[in-house]
């Protein structure tokens, strides 16, 4: 056995032209599972060709491809919910009880001016590159100047990105409004929105979406409207959806409905429709996001995070529930997102009823790629190596001892894979990333440069830590 991953990877990057290139991996992930003697064609960004060697020699004779022994292709990860706004948090929410965004969060992103977000958000796009995420669904409500912040950092580093605002009202700890006032905010709210999409132009890779932030930050007047706006115009629908227990109780107390029951009384359930975490669904609850095909979120490291609960995401998939994977914006690593999922699974139910498998893997990759893209409304775009979608993928080096012997590639992709795999990543058929470097910039520079402003913007913002640093407790311990 030659070790050749590093040299094809090198091969295949040089071969990328402005209009095509035909790559031939020793692993293709398919719908279907890794196959070889696979043919990839990316013509103008799109996949103009994906099947068997066989295939393509006798459509297209006399083209050649770049051999490519010792490495797998595979989708671009998708990244079915972060917030860009909080790449500069991190390890601040370590130890810390539940309700951070009340505490970390929404101060630190209504600190953000225009030159401190986009600083974010392309600081968060680049860990989700380095980390095999080649679409980020964005969750934020912000003003025109801070999205267009954000998608100017989505096209300076070539991501693609489901970009979102909303409308916010404050039902939690006030009196309704009164006719005139509602009237009033669903006027401006659709206003915003329809600003939203025409701001979305600015680049094919950046779709439209709306969003509330949950059951405690909007009537069900306001997220009816917007629920209908977007499924006028084909646009996704987010909320945070039975994440929290405090979120839940306030539900019941005030409408006597949990979150999701209010959701779909008020017309914010469907195919449009992403719901964030669902972590706290029961199973009439899962039937309800079944019947209506809405979307989810499972988000398994914030829940071990945050200490939530997780998701019954297995029950998903065995039901039919539409979902993909987030990192709601804790690890930007595909490879350790998929591990996550597994383990979550296994940990909260496989391990009580002996189910050994847990999801077998593919469930795992199949939910962070076509899963996800379907949950974001960009099923028709990407999530697959499929002739006819953008040419979103990985190129990853086989040949490593983590990963050798190779005896099952799904597994090992779910287990053992790591970020330092990723030769190559691709969107929207350009390199964008090549081992772990972003191309046609200067990342050390924008680190560099950007740092000093990231820990002032944390400084200033009025965030409040309960928990402390980790210090303080081995301190206290010895005590």
């Given amino acids: ?114 030159e401190s977000l986009y600083a974010s958000a392309k600081w968060m796009f680049l860990e989700a590159l380095r980390g095999g995420l080649t679409t980020i669904n964005n969750f934020t409500i912000a003003d025109n100047a801070k999205i267009d912040a954000i998608h100017r950092a989505a096209v300076d580093i070539g991501i693609r990105l489901v970009s979102s605002t909303g409308s916010i ?54 997220m009816r409207a917007l629920s209908e706006f977007c499924a006028s115009r084909g646009a996704l629908f987010q909320i945070h959806t039975n994440e929290h227990h405090v979120e839940v109780h306030w539900s019941v107390v005030r409408h006597g409905l949990r979150p999701l029951e209010y959701f779909a009384e008020n017309g914010a359930v469907g195919r449009h ?3 964030h975490h669902c972590a706290l669904v029961t199973d009439s609850e899962i039937e309800l996001l079944r019947e209506t095909g809405s979307g989810v979120s499972y988000n398994p490291l914030a829940s071990l995070w945050k200490g939530d609960n997780i998701a019954p995401a297995l029950a998903f998939a065995a039901r039919g529930v539409r979902f993909g994977i987030g990192s709601d914006s804790t690890r930007l690593d595909a490879l350790r997102l998929l591990e996550t999922a597994e383990a979550c699974q296994r940990t909260a139910s496989g391990m009580s009823v002996a189910d050994f498998s847990s999801g077998a893997a593919w469930t795992w ?7 996800s893209a379907d949950v974001t409304g960009l099923g028709g775009v990407t999530g697959e190596l499929k002739t006819g979608l953008r040419a979103d993928f990985l190129i990853l080096d086989k040949q490593r001892p983590e990963t050798l012997p190779s005896w099952d ?24 990333m090549e081992n772990g470097r972003a191309t046609g910039w200067d990342q050390d520079k924008f680190i560099q440069d950007e740092l000093p402003k990231a820990i002032e913007t944390v400084n200033n913002a009025p965030i409040v830590r309960r928990h402390g640093p980790a210090s303080e407790h081995r301190e206290n311990s010895r005590r």
Wanted: hydrophobic residues 40%; aromatic residues 6%.
């Fill in 365 to 371: 990759i199949d939910a962070a790629t076509r899963g």
């Fill in 169 to 222: 009202e404050f039902v939690e700890n006030s009196e309704p409004l009164s006719a005139a006032e509602k009237t009033a905010l669903i006027d401006g709210a659709l206003e915003r929105a329809e600003a939203h999409m025409k701001a979305c132009e600015v680049d094919s890779r950046i779709s439209p979406s709306l969003c509330i932030s949950g059951v405690q930050g909007a009537s069900g007047d306001l």
């Fill in 273 to 275: 429709t992403l719901h």
């Fill in 1 to 114: 056995m030659s070790f050749e991953g590093k040299a094809s990877i090198s091969s295949a990057v040089q071969a990328f032209d402005a209009t095509r290139v035909i790559l031939a991996p020793e692993t293709l992930l398919t719908p279907d599972g890794p196959a070889s003697g696979q043919i990839l064609k990316i013509k103008n960004g799109i996949f103009d060709f994906v099947g068997s060697r066989s295939e393509f020699e006798k459509l297209h004779p006399g083209e050649s491809p770049v051999e490519m022994p010792g490495c797998a292709i595979v989708p671009g990860f998708i990244d079915a919910h972060t917030h860009v706004g909080q790449a500069f948090g991190k390890t601040l929410t370590g130890g810390e009880p539940s309700q951070i965004w009340r505490r970390i969060w929404v101060p630190l992103e209504s600190h953000h001016n225009t």
């Fill in 409 to 432: 590639f799904e597994w090992e992709l779910v287990r053992l894979y790591n970020r330092d795999q990723i030769g190559a990543v691709v969107v929207d058929g350009k390199v964008v």
